[in-house]
Structure formats: C-alpha cells, structure tokens
C-alpha cells in the first residue's frame, strides 16, 4: 500500500468520477484520507477549501485538485509510474 500524506480526496459515493479515481487507488495500491461530502460538515468543508462543491476533489497541502484525469496524473507521479 501506498500512503500519500497531506492529501485528501472529497468524493460522493453515486459520482461516476469519484469512482473512476477510487478505482485507480485500488488498482494501484493507493490510501490517503477520504471525506465523503454527503457527511455533516463536508461539504462545507469543500467549499471552504476550493470554493466549490465540486467532486472529485484531491486537496494536497490545502491546496484543491479537480477533474478525475488531473487527480489521477497527479497520483501516478507521486506513485512513480
């Protein structure tokens, strides 16, 4: 398994994109934090971060990520593929 720190993916369990990146985590042994926004206070937490309810949302260093394609090129640079 491996662990990025300092990030965190915002995702909703029925989004066709959040599960195109929770995929490509499986698939290729990936775990950081996960912070469903359908969960008290999430999605106002995303929004405070980036501005919007957007997902999915990688958030590194509090810094937000969007679009599934960005979120995943990042994780396969971090990952070193």
């Not at 995702?11 to 599960?19: D, E, V």
């Not at 990936?30 to 949302?57: F, H, M, T, Y």
Request: proline residues 5%.
């Amino acid at each position: 398994m491996k662990t990025i720190e300092n990030a965190a993916l915002f995702y909703k369990p029925t989004c066709p994109f959040c599960h195109k990146v929770l995929s490509f985590m499986e698939q290729n042994g990936i775990s950081l934090d996960l912070i469903n926004i359908l969960e008290d206070g999430n999605r106002d937490k995303l929004i405070a971060l980036g501005g919007k309810a957007q997902v999915p949302c990688l958030v590194i260093d509090g810094k937000p990520l969007y679009e599934s394609d960005d979120i995943i090129a990042y994780l396969k640079k971090r990952i070193g593929e």
